[in-house]
């Protein structure tokens, strides 16, 4: 199943009133960087609710960020083709599918939709499509407007680094990794690593979509 691929134009920012201006150029030109940010969410009420719900564990993970990151310009960033900071109005997450046979991985995209049942009945026939898939991108290349959601479900963690060399230091979007779930105190927790570009958010920025995430999964009700 081949998904149409939403992209829409991003709008350029206006750096004469665009507060981090300074902090974009700092960041993208003479101090090139990107820096990492592990947590542990407390899932304890999201695990429970979906333990008594049809509905997958992954997707709904995915759901949740893809929502908290919507939410904010920051994680919507992209360069236009001179190089100028620019937002998506939108943007829809790529995800990785793991093949066990091969222990490679695909990786698949579905639209962001704000409501959960409806981006849930979209992604899940992915997983299902393509879990033994042997091509990369089965569905073709991510649209440009997407961001990359990875997970671990063999281990937990408390630090997780991607490094990005090369052309890498164009890439403005987030990266998340997520690991398997760990029993503490009578509290079910989730690992997550955010990968942020430093052009492009600032520790601030990515320390309200942490708490704004641990805000959703804490009250699980639109599952």
């Given at each position: 199943?081949d ?8 709008t350029?920012?206006?750096l004469?009133t ?7 150029e700092?960041?993208?030109r003479l101090?090139?960087c990107?820096?990492?940010m ?6 304890t ?10 509905r ?12 908290v990151?919507n939410?904010?310009d ?9 190089g100028e900071?620019a937002v ?9 599918v ?34 033994r898939?042997?091509?990369f991108f089965?569905?073709?290349a991510p649209?440009?407007n ?13 630090g997780f680094?991607l ?12 990266i ?19 990968q ?11 320390a309200?979509?942490v ?13």
């Open positions: 199943m998904a149409p691929a939403p992209t829409s134009s991003p350029p920012i206006d004469d665009w507060p981090r201006r300074q902090h974009f700092h960041y993208r101090v090139p990107t820096y990492a592990t947590v542990e969410l407390d899932v009420a999201f695990a429970a609710a979906l333990r008594r719900s049809p997958k564990s992954y997707i709904a993970q995915v759901w949740a960020l893809s929502t990151v939410r904010h920051e994680f919507r960033m992209c360069l236009t083709a001179s900071p998506w109005p939108v943007v829809h997450p790529a995800f990785t793991f093949n066990p046979e091969r222990e490679t991985f695909a990786c698949v995209w579905a639209a962001h939709d704000p409501d959960f049942g409806a981006f849930h009945d979209a992604a899940a026939p992915l997983l299902a499509e393509h879990g898939a042997t091509d089965p569905q073709g649209p440009a997407a961001f990359d959601v990875s997970s671990l479900p063999w281990t937990s963690f408390t680094n490094n990005i060399g090369g052309n890498g230091w164009d890439h403005l979007a987030p998340f990794t997520l690991g398997r779930y760990t029993e503490r105190d009578g509290r079910t927790l989730l690992p997550l690593a955010v942020v570009h430093h052009a492009a958010a600032d520790g601030f920025h990515s309200r979509l708490n704004e995430l641990q805000a959703l999964v804490a009250d699980p009700s639109w599952l």
